[in-house]
């Protein structure tokens, strides 16, 4: 019985031992990609989060799964995405609890009733909606697509937007991409803070650099991180 003991105790220790280990590695991973985004600006002295997470329904099965994955950070967002949000205040709900013990900063999109009730730390506004309520404690973000969503901006209230898509992306394949010197054109018409979404992965980061980016948005480049297949 001692022996089989021990043996059961040493395949254990074994275990956890190489769970420890990628756990390690996962996390300096993300910290070395975290340095990559930091030294994008000039300007990114004060910035708090770096890396923000579109969490789409469409593209991830297992919210919790996916996120437990994902070494604890306060320089990561996660914005959830629904087609029918109203439908999804449980997960939600959830979603805003694993991410407090993270430490990662959770916003929802589509409904400020939702984030609010929740107590989230924003709400995200896609291109269909152009006015929101105004609300000093609540960080709020929309889409920008082109140089008509700048007035659209503004009736939002937005503090920060997300340009988008910067380059070809696997979530719409059909869509068109705008391309660095299109972002850079399009970042000279707001005032606030923006950041790149689309396509972005530890490949194309580089060019990127010194173009006014505090931050890059999507799942591509936490794919690349936790080597996660969706």
């Not at 070494?71 to 959830?80: A, E, L, Q, T, Y």
């Not at 404690?137 to 082109?146: A, D, E, P, R, V």
Request: overall charge positive; charged content about 25%; hydrophobic content about 40%.
């Amino acid at each position: 019985f001692l022996h089989i003991f021990n043996i059961l105790f040493f395949i254990i220790f074994k275990f956890l031992s190489i769970f420890c280990c990628m756990v390690k590695l996962v996390s300096n991973r993300l910290n070395k990609s975290l340095s990559k985004v930091y030294r994008l600006s000039r300007n990114n002295k004060n910035e708090t989060i770096l890396v923000w997470i579109f969490l789409d329904s469409d593209r991830i099965n297992n919210y919790k799964k996916f996120i437990n994955l994902i070494p604890d950070s306060k320089h990561i967002g996660v914005i959830f995405r629904s087609k029918k949000i109203e439908k999804e205040y449980y997960n939600a709900r959830e979603l805003l609890k694993l991410c407090r013990k993270k430490k990662f900063t959770f916003l929802v999109s589509s409904s400020y009733i939702i984030a609010k009730s929740l107590g989230a730390d924003g709400v995200h506004y896609p291109s269909a909606f152009r006015n929101s309520i105004k609300d000093k404690k609540l960080l709020i973000t929309c889409s920008y697509h082109g140089f008509n969503d700048v007035k659209r901006i503004n009736q939002l209230h937005s503090k920060m937007v997300f340009i988008s898509p910067i380059f070809l992306t696997n979530s719409n394949i059909n869509k068109k991409w705008r391309g660095i010197i299109k972002i850079s054109f399009l970042a000279n018409y707001i005032k606030t803070q923006y950041s790149v979404l689309g396509g972005v992965r530890e490949s194309n980061i580089k060019l990127l650099r010194n173009r006014g980016i505090n931050s890059i948005s999507g799942l591509d480049f936490i794919f690349d991180i936790i080597k996660y297949k969706c």
